[in-house]
């Protein structure tokens, strides 16, 4: 196969060939190695590659699940995988190592993914950029690199993009599969909480906010993806309700009309750019056009949104703590001025500092936002907002270099729509329905009722063959229907 033949047909399609035996998993993987060799450095998107490993897995693959056996990657968030170390990022965790894979591995391997690499993150990935120190330079858009391509999940996003694979891991703990998918065109779904397992090695992450996914071109990737690793695993703290139908499903089925509701303002009076005004408008008039039925609103003008990033900031610190402090413990050593970025240094002190009743306000907190934004939803099927209120972020604009608190302030107001449905628990997508004149990105989100992925796939999918993505999204899929 040649390579311009395997980046212009997204994960299932790929599948499709080598169930026809016109395409081995091997050559697949002979297509990723070249295209991340030749692509990947210039966006500093990949780590820990494994390239003989991997293709040498690919000979030997025996097709399994939907994807029968593609290329992939998978985030270093640390994920744990027995074949591939992570550092989240980091310097002081360089090289961990896992003894056995996370649930969600196994899962994905079952479902026909091949994992080669692992994509680049921020530090402990608690960034809206890739900009880690570790990792010697940002992972840069492929759009425009001297833009942000997201985080935390940034490097897998780059990836995508720049089609050396046609679907990646990601995660989920503030926007961080939304904003990177907002920042490079790509889809993005963040699903309910509960949907994908996190097991065994923890039960939650960051107070219940953080879940796992992926990031690809396709609609139908994702929903296969999902449908693939989805369902409740033993002892989880956390279950989404049932779906009542299979994702993948929900993409071909034909939509019933939907009650949409629309914010074009933000929290906090937080401006948006016009342009990310525009793409929710544009977004809005597809779905009149589609016989949906669209209605105007704003967020309301009572929610207190700095008690929100505060709790949100006070999570994270005392998560901070817990990682480091285990890492320092397996090293049997303490910590070193050089081990940790500035701000993140400086959440370790202040998460030290966070007492159990602080913490505990700031769980209660999140659980009555989940009731808050129930509430928002009202009779709606479907929430529409900006995916952020700026275009891709310049690099050096966002990364980590000040205290911990008015870090995470200032990624609170480049992406105030994203992380309160990380605290409510809901599924929410980013899509890439508009493009600048410059051709750079801008995302719009839409969040439905909680348990209800099927339904914010369905609408994605659907707007998704109106042919409104990019021309890149738009011939990827290959021959036949979205199905």
């Keep these: ?8 047909l997204d994960g299932l399609a790929l599948a499709a060939l080598m169930k026809d035996g016109q395409v081995s998993a091997a050559e697949l993987m002979e297509c990723a190695i070249r295209l991340a060799t030749a692509r990947a450095p210039g966006l500093n998107a990949l780590t820990y590659p494994r390239y003989e490993e991997a293709l040498a897995r690919a000979k030997d693959w025996a097709p399994r699940g939907a994807f029968g056996g593609i290329p992939f990657l998978l985030k270093d968030s640390g994920l744990a995988s027995r074949r591939l170390p992570s550092s989240i990022g980091s310097r002081l965790f ?8 996370a649930t969600l591995v196994a899962r994905f391997e079952a479902g026909g993914f091949i994992a080669f690499a692992r994509t680049t993150v921020p530090e402990l990935c608690m960034a809206p950029t890739t900009e880690a120190l570790r990792n010697g330079g940002p992972a840069r858009n492929p759009w425009d690199r001297g833009r942000s391509a997201g985080g935390s999940s940034g490097g897998a996003a780059a990836a995508v993009a720049a089609g050396i694979v046609p679907i990646a891991h990601g995660s989920d703990g503030g926007g961080s599969i939304r904003i990177p998918a907002a920042c490079c065109g790509l889809f993005g779904l963040k699903p309910s909480r509960g949907v994908v397992p996190m097991g065994p090695l923890r ?13 690809s071109r396709t609609v139908r990737d994702t929903a296969a993806a999902i449908d693939a690793v989805a369902g409740i695993e033993r002892g989880a703290p956390y279950a989404a309700p049932a779906l009542a139908r299979s994702l993948r499903s929900a993409v071909g089925d034909a939509p019933r009309r939907l009650r949409i509701g629309v914010w074009r303002a933000a929290f906090a009076g937080i401006d948006i750019a016009p342009e990310c005004v525009e793409a929710v408008d544009a977004t809005a008039d597809l779905c009149r056009a589609l016989g949906h039925e669209v209605i105007d609103g704003a967020p309301p003008a009572d929610f207190d949104y700095a008690g929100f990033v505060e709790a949100h900031t006070d999570v994270l610190g005392v998560n901070i703590v817990l990682s480091v402090d285990a890492r320092l413990q397996m090293l049997g050593r303490s910590l070193r001025p050089t081990d940790l970025e500035p701000s993140t240094m400086d959440g370790y002190a202040q998460g030290r500092s966070i007492s159990a009743t602080r913490y505990a306000a700031a769980i209660h907190r999140f659980h009555s936002i989940a009731r808050f934004m129930d509430d928002c939803l009202g009779d709606f099927d479907i929430l529409m907002t900006p995916a952020l ?12 270099r000040d205290d911990f608190r008015s870090f995470r302030r200032r990624m609170a107001r480049y992406s105030c729509h994203l992380a309160i449905v990380n605290a409510s628990g809901q599924p929410a997508a980013s899509l890439p329905t508009h493009w600048t004149a410059q051709m750079l990105p801008v995302g719009t989100q839409i969040i439905g009722r909680f348990g209800c992925d099927d339904v914010v796939v369905q609408l994605a999918a659907q707007i998704e063959a109106t042919g409104r993505w990019h021309p890149r999204q738009r011939k990827c899929i290959g021959p036949g229907d979205h199905r």
């Design 1 to 8: 196969m040649r390579d311009d033949e395997y980046e212009a």
């Design 94 to 101: 360089e090289d961990t190592r896992y003894a056995q894979d």
């Design 203 to 215: 039960g939650e992450g960051w107070g219940g906010l953080a879940v796992d996914g992926v990031l």
């Design 389 to 400: 209120v700026q275009l891709p972020a310049p690099l050096g604009e966002l990364e980590m």
